[in-house]
Each structure stands twice: as structure tokens, then as C-alpha cells.
């Protein structure tokens, strides 16, 4: 299993980020996906979870507005989008596959990360 | 929502046990997990369930979740156990991923 990213990327503020997380080594459509960034010195954050085989999401409230998640099971690669970026949004992102186990759903692999840098 | 409440650091001499902690309302109740993260590095699951291991994850990390705390235990601890630990939940009710602040374990 590989969880490969994008590499990095350096945004003015109000801009849009895209970041890609190409899946492999597993069935694409059955296991959802997280996506989770991490500050410069803080803990993790839970970005949104999608459904890769009905491309349904879910996104935490804070990012609503902002996040896009999307897939294409044509190559098996996953897409995180950030609009409306700020000095803030600097952070290394992640994506990882879920694992599904009864109440225990849990990330057992993780891509590499995307660090993202806003800079004016 | 779920807030996961963990100590921001835990010092430990090699050989011995660290104990990190994760606290929140009735976490015994639904199933925690763990991952270790280096400087530089994704972080790695080394808990599921509140204590079933990864294959790769050696005995010496253990798990407990009881009442409102859960804690994960390294014994015998090794100059290469020093890394950021964060305990991590799913709440059903909403479908949404919550993470502990992180706790950083330095060996002594």
C-alpha cells in the first residue's frame, strides 16, 4: 500500500492550493480517505473524510466553505482543494487511508505529506 | 463535539515505562487509537481499539481505555520511543475525526 502526494507548494494569500494523493497497492473504492494538516509546531487536524467509491465527503464545519474533496478512480488518486488561503493555512498536509474496524476507524496508512507555505 | 484533552510532554529514563494519557467525556465508552510521529515524518499508527497492535508494533506498547481516560504505554523504553504520541477518535454521531493535542515523550 503507497499513499503518494504532490509535491510543494508555495500560495499568496487568497489564493487556491490542489494537492493530489495517488493511491496504490490496495482497492482504490474500498477504503475511505482522510485528509489531516499539520501547523508548523501544532498537533494534527482532521480536514474532511471521502467515500472514494461514491465520492461522498464529509468536512468538519471550519472548513465547509473552503475544502473540496474529490476523486478519480480512473488513476486512483485523490484530490484535496483549499480555497481562500491564509498566513494560517501554512502546514503540511496529509492524506491517509482509513481502516473500518467495528467503532474503531483509524488511519493504517499515510501519505508523505504536502507542505504548503502562504506567503505573500 | 469530542475534545481530547492530552499533557503536553512526558519525560522518561530509558528502561522505564512512559505513560501518556488522553482524557475525555465517557472515552471509555468507544474505542481509541495511537500513532507516533517523528520530526519530519507522517505519523504511524502504533494502537487500534485501545490496544490491538500493527503487526509491526513491538509488545512493549500497550493500551488501556476506561472510563474517561485512555492511556498508552511503552515499557522498557528505548532512546527511539522519543517522538510526538497522539491519541485519536472517531465520534459516530457526527462521522468526524478528532485527534488529542499530542504529547511529546523525551527519553532521559
Known amino acids: 500500500v503507497q499513499l503518494v502526494q504532490s509535491g510543494a507548494e508555495v500560495k499568496k494569500p487568497g489564493a487556491s492550493v490542489m494537492v493530489s494523493c495517488k493511491a496504490s497497492g490496495y482497492n482504490f473504492t474500498n477504503f475511505y480517505v482522510i485528509w489531516v494538516r499539520q501547523a508548523p509546531g501544532q498537533g494534527l487536524q482532521w480536514m474532511g473524510t471521502?467515500?472514494?467509491?461514491?465520492?461522498?465527503?464529509n468536512c468538519p464545519q471550519n472548513f465547509q466553505d473552503r475544502v473540496t474533496l474529490i476523486r478519480d478512480t480512473s488513476t486512483s488518486t485523490l484530490y484535496m482543494e483549499l480555497r481562500g488561503l491564509t498566513f494560517e493555512d501554512t502546514a503540511v498536509y496529509f492524506c491517509?487511508?482509513?481502516?473500518?474496524?467495528?467503532?474503531?476507524?483509524?488511519?493504517?496508512?499515510w501519505g508523505q505529506g504536502t507542505r504548503v507555505t502562504v506567503s505573500s | 463535539s469530542i475534545v481530547l484533552t492530552q499533557p503536553p510532554s512526558v519525560s522518561v529514563a530509558p528502561g522505564k515505562t512512559a505513560t501518556i494519557t488522553c482524557g475525555g467525556d465517557n472515552l471509555g465508552t468507544g474505542s481509541v487509537q495511537w500513532y507516533r510521529q517523528k520530526p519530519g515524518q507522517a505519523p504511524m499508527l502504533v494502537l487500534y481499539?485501545?490496544?490491538d497492535r500493527p503487526s509491526s508494533i513491538p509488545e512493549r506498547f500497550s493500551g488501556s481505555n476506561s472510563g474517561n481516560t485512555a492511556t498508552l504505554s511503552i515499557s522498557r523504553v528505548e532512546a527511539g520511543d522519543e517522538a510526538d504520541y497522539y491519541c485519536q477518535v472517531w465520534d459516530m454521531s457526527s462521522d468526524h475525526y478528532v485527534f488529542g493535542g499530542g504529547t511529546k515523550v523525551t527519553v532521559l
Open positions: 471521502i467515500n472514494p467509491a461514491s465520492g461522498g465527503t
Open positions: 481499539a485501545d490496544s
Open positions: 491517509a487511508r482509513v481502516w473500518q474496524l467495528g467503532a474503531s476507524h483509524f488511519s493504517d496508512f
